[in-house]
């Protein structure tokens, strides 16, 4: 059985929760960024919370929508947050190419986090504060590049609020970067995608990686036409990361490497045949499916974790 599986499936028998570990081990939760993609991890998130396997983390890090499910998972209401995916109203709401038109980003942020995640599907805020699994949510400066945890600025419902808009902020697609703490952020995937470096880099021993992408989906280059307007609005809006950016295709493929070969770290991924989301994907048909297959993903993997123990 993998390291990560036999940590889980101990925890899992024991009843440990954090603050009275005596394992010696920390796990971290790891959850891909990929705007519409995240319609996968949504999934792997709500099987994670309805077997209660919650406590079995540390630490719950995110990049993108990645964070945004981390989020609904801490606050225990990964089936609410499930429903904004594929719910065609808001999701026409939050993507929106015709928003150019009016002068605005495509992706409506402030829609997403102050009236869909505040009033429409509330999200208890409250509850990821207080929730003894730490909430990592990235983001990538605007002026370093240097990707970063915003763990230490979340010291009220606020500060969440506006750390999942800052992890999310897509250069170009969202608009400018978004100001918290004195500096400025934009989208975690610009510097770190799929956030187990910094789980690693704070002392995780194990991290469970959920991803976005099938396994047959090699990394590709950025479209011409990314790297040719992403660099542009970087280099007024947000000049330090455009190294970051560059460095994209590298990054992804040693990433790849090093994900397949760690053994403290282990990935669970949509099935091979499922079907491609785009990163503004709004068809609900296609949405809802991609939940269903996330959701799959995480029960076979730990019915063989049942199974084997």
Known sequence: MHPVLELISERLATGSVPGERTDGRRLALAIEGGSSRGTYSSGMALALDELGAVPVFDAVYGSSAGALNGAWLLSGCSSTGVRTWWNPVVMRRIINPLHT???RAVIDLEYLVHQ?????EPMDFPAILANPVTFHPLAT???????????????????VKVALAASSCMPVLAGPPIPM?????VDAGVAEPIPYRTALDQGATDV????????????????RAYDVVVPRFLRRQAPGAI????????????????????PRILSIRPPVGSPDVAVLERDPEVL???????????????????EAS
């Open 288 to 306: 809802r499916k991609a939940v269903e297959l996330g959701k799959d993903a995480v029960l076979d993997v730990l019915e063989g974790l049942r």
């Open 181 to 185: 703490a004195g500096r400025r952020f």
């Open 116 to 120: 869909v995640y505040s009033v429409l």
């Open 243 to 262: 190294p970051a950016w560059r460095d994209t295709f590298r990054r992804d493929v040693e990433d790849e490497d090093v994900l397949a070969s760690d």
């Open 141 to 159: 400066d605007a002026d370093t590049g240097e990707s970063t945890d915003l763990h230490p600025f979340l010291d009220d419902v606020d500060a």
């Open 101 to 103: 038109l009016r002068g």
């Open 208 to 223: 469970l990686v959920l991803r976005t992408r099938r396994a047959d989906e090699l990394p590709l280059p950025p479209p």
